[in-house]
């Protein structure tokens, strides 16, 4: 008996010994972590995950600023030839020493079939070997974002994809299944110890990397918790460090507590409403052989119908910046200038009179109900306003796995007044121009997430020169002058930006970035 | 017996195939799985392709065809999500889903049972009336508030046990078990509460009233009259005879509480097949609802199937009567 309680005594004590010196950070998301092939999947939280295990030749800093990654340093020899010097005596995981030949093949299998991050080098750039650790990349014309993107355009080791068979990117296919789907290697901070998709997944830090360590964690924990209420007692009872999103009307809970706070800040997603300026006759309306749309005035009149400030305070509790642009100001700073249309019921009232729809009409407005903070009830808000110039909305939301598939190019944008939110995944306005903002054709042949199908001539004329325009006080003058032309035309009814919201342990303390990525490895924890 | 199990089970292929066809007819009209796998920029030829390659072109009746076929070869196709065979992701799901609903019942009959007797025998004592109006509360609060309730109570302010996951868990073979650990067996608590508070109801409820009705029947006046002692009594003549429905009734309830797991599951986070089927739904992951809606057609079938055959075992009554009615 005796020597039974000195056990558990011995045991307990070793257990206590090693909690001590291991620091671990837990933390939990409302989405599932899935395969750990960083090319599979092009959404922010998964690469984000990934950016503490790999890395690409630039990094973003805490503001966003591209900083060297894998490479040195790099320079522009001639607008079409980009030469990258890559850092010496960096290892993978592995234990694979770091060269240009990783970076050559991490750029065949970027482009490989069933890769999602094809947009993240133009297709006809060439890369060149010039030595070990230098590459050139050729372009086809100048593109003066080129690197934008490669801060999550990770590298991954020749040697080790060769070993495991993962030279491509996972294909839906079950031919090609490879339990390395599941695995990684990287040059990051830390190693990925076990992943189990939709349960957990155990980092641990690593002892060999190259870069200046700003974190003091040992092991980091991830989970998934799917429930708002459970996710939201997490922190509260200390079982986890972070949590990711907390639902608008749980902020005031947690910032109560004396064990955790809620850290906020303007997340880089806008926030849009699109109306169908496209068909000749407008769908799901009482509106018969013609499309008020296609009248910039009650274009105009939608806009000053809706109290986005009412929007602001009410349904989104405060966390919202009202946008007069399509893109955040951080991303486009010029874009202040341009003011949001003035909320004025009387004006808008008069722009259906004078447009002839003084009696107003009938519409449908579809929303997603599970993708955006507080989706469905923002659009509830704007059928309110909207019933104030006599436009009855019947609202049809649905989850996001319905409502993009018939209102985007699947259902060739089956859809007259639409809610969608964009952020461009090169933090650069020639992405909106030509997603969100550009003409398109009935199947979605060019701008594809244009579900209103506005069209303006001037405005894609001016993205395709931004595309290849270098310097950057002429291009920001033509990005300036193209979103004048959305606002100007009402193309688009940008809203907001809404909030990032981050629940967090007070014993951690961790950098917020505008792109909402939890990179760990800037995280300290008492 | 034979012929009765033959067409059983003639009857549950039937029933398997019904489910099969509802379940993908209903999944023409969950969405756009291709929105859910490809990046937001990725272009609209890159999306025609995708679409072809995942079969999602091919007529529906050749779409059920090819799915019913690779059913019966257990290949359940591969999730669009986690790029895995569907079978090896609800085998890793299955063990969390299994051990839940087994506390679950567990507790439901460890704690309805008793209560139910001494609510039969006692009838207007206090004790009686609080059990009774706890029961009430089983029946009528929705699962998913308990659980937020039990959360709120036990994890947030006591911060006695967990609010989420499984807690350490231990492989034996393919079973990951949550059994053997401390942590783990922790984590069971609530979620094993939650889930059996309604069985648990139906019990005390159901075995009350049973021995209610058992307690006015001449032989129990006769086993009194012969003297016995009350446990005797009570327990040795009386309890004996209502379990025949529990047992029953226990039976099938084992399938419901498989499937109404999928709510217990999301509150807690807990890794079961209910939870995997929820997100598959938001992600129009076609593969892994159909598999599972499958299998727990199945678990339903088999369940029934052994009732069935339970009950004609235990009342001697329906072997006489011949074939009666079924459920």
């Known amino acids: 008996m005796r020597s039974w309680k000195a056990l558990v005594v011995a045991s307990a004590l070793a257990v206590a010994a090693t909690s001590a010196e291991a620091v671990t950070f837990k933390y939990a998301f409302q989405g599932d972590l899935n395969a750990l092939d960083p090319y599979t999947l092009n959404e922010t939280f998964t690469l984000g995950v990934m950016g503490n295990v790999m890395e690409g030749l630039t990094k973003r800093d805490k503001d966003l600023k591209i900083i060297p990654g894998l490479a040195e340093k790099w320079e522009i020899l001639e607008p079409t030839r980009w030469r990258f010097t890559l850092r010496k005596g960096v290892k993978f995981h592995g234990g694979e020493e770091f060269s240009a030949d990783d970076v050559l093949f991490s750029l065949d299998r970027m482009r490989s079939e069933f890769s999602q991050l094809k947009s993240r080098a133009p297709a006809d750039m060439k890369a060149v070997k010039v030595d070990d650790h230098t590459i050139d990349f050729i372009l086809g014309q100048p593109n003066p974002i080129l690197h934008a993107e490669w801060d999550t355009w990770y590298i991954f080791s020749k040697k080790w994809a060769e070993a495991v068979g993962a030279t491509q990117a996972q294909s839906g296919k079950a031919t090609s299944l490879n339990p390395w789907a599941l695995k990684a290697n990287g040059t990051g901070p830390f190693t990925i110890e076990s992943h189990e998709p939709g349960v957990k997944t155990v980092f641990k830090k690593n002892p060999n990397w190259w870069g200046k360590v700003e974190h003091n964690l040992d092991d980091v924990i991830f989970t998934t918790i799917k429930s708002d209420a459970t996710r939201v007692a997490a922190p509260l009872s200390g079982e986890v460090d972070l949590i990711e999103p907390v639902p608008v009307q749980d902020m005031e809970r947690i910032g109560r507590d004396d064990k955790a706070q809620v850290l906020t800040g303007p997340e880089l997603r806008t926030i849009f409403l699109n109306i169908d300026s496209f068909r000749d006759e407008l769908k799901y309306a009482s509106v018969k052989g013609k499309n008020p749309f296609k009248d910039v005035r009650v274009r105009k009149a939608f806009y000053q119908a809706i109290d986005i400030e009412a929007i602001k305070s009410k349904v989104m509790r405060g966390q919202a910046v009202p946008s007069s642009l399509l893109i955040s100001p951080l991303l486009f700073a010029p874009g202040a200038e341009i003011k949001r249309h003035p909320y004025d019921v009387e004006a808008a009232r008069k722009l259906m009179a004078d447009a002839g729809y003084a009696e107003g ?29 006599n436009v009855k909305i019947t609202l049809n939301a649905q989850p996001k796995a319905k409502f993009f598939e018939f209102a985007g190019s699947t259902g060739k944008f089956d859809t007259s007044f639409a809610m969608l939110g964009w952020t461009p995944g090169s933090f650069d306005s020639h992405n909106v121009l030509q997603n969100v903002s550009g003409c398109r054709d009935a199947d979605g042949k060019g701008a594809q997430f244009n579900y209103g199908g506005w069209c303006n001539a001037k405005h894609d004329e001016l993205a395709k020169k931004i595309a290849a325009e270098s310097d950057t006080t002429k291009r920001n003058a033509m990005i300036l002058e193209a979103y004048k032309i959305i606002h100007d035309e009402v193309g688009l009814l940008p809203l907001h930006q809404q909030a990032l919201a981050w629940g967090v342990s007070k014993s951690v303390t961790i950098p917020q970035r505008a792109d909402n990525q939890i990179l760990f490895y800037w995280a300290q924890k008492k | ?301 088999v369940i029934n199937f052994i009732v069935d055959l339970l009950y004609v075992a235990i009342d001697p009554r329906i072997r006489l009567a011949g074939s009666g009615a079924g459920h």
């Open chain 1, 361 to 389: 009409f009938e519409l449908r407005m579809d929303c997603p109900n599970d993708r955006y903070v507080n989706d469905a009830a923002i659009c509830q808000a704007v059928a309110a306003m909207l019933a104030r110039i």
């Open chain 2, 1 to 301: 017996m034979l012929a009765f199990a033959i067409r059983r089970l003639i009857e549950a292929a039937f029933v398997m195939l019904t489910v099969a066809l509802l379940s993908f007819v209903l999944f023409r009209f969950v969405g756009d799985p291709i929105n859910q796998i490809v990046s937001q920029d990725a272009s609209l030829e890159e999306r025609i392709r995708l679409r072809e390659d995942l079969g999602l072109n091919d007529p529906i009746p050749v779409q059920f065809g090819r799915f019913v076929w690779k059913a019966m070869n257990l290949d359940f196709g591969v999730s669009y999500q986690v790029k895995q065979p569907v079978i090896t992701i609800l085998m890793d799901r299955f063990p969390a889903t299994l051990e839940l609903a087994f506390a679950a019942a567990l507790f439901a009959i460890a704690i309805g049972i008793p209560m139910g007797v001494y609510t039969g025998i006692h009838r207007h004592s206090m004790l009686s009336k609080w059990f009774l109006s706890i029961s009430l509360i089983g029946i009528s609060l929705p699962t998913f508030l308990i659980g937020i309730l039990l959360i709120y109570v036990f994890a947030v302010k006591l911060g006695w046990l967990p609010s989420y996951g499984r807690g350490e868990t231990v492989k034996i073979g393919f079973w990951k078990t949550g059994l053997l650990t401390w942590s783990g067996l922790k984590a069971l608590i609530l979620p094993a509460i939650t889930l059996g508070l309604f069985q648990m109801t139906l019990i005390t409820r159901l075995v009350r009233s049973e021995m209610l009705e058992v307690l006015r029947t001449d032989y129990i006046k006769f086993a009194r009259a012969r003297g016995l002692s009350n446990r005797a009594v009570y327990f040795g003549h009386a309890l004996k005879n209502t379990l025949v429905p529990v047992v029953t009734i226990i039976g099938l309830q084992v399938g419901a509480i498989i499937a109404f797991a999928i709510i217990t599951e999301t509150v807690f986070q807990w890794p079961g097949m209910g939870l995997l089927f929820i997100k598959s739904v938001q992600t129009a992951d076609i593969p892994v609802m159909s598999a599972y809606l499958l299998l727990v057609a199945f678990m339903f079938v």
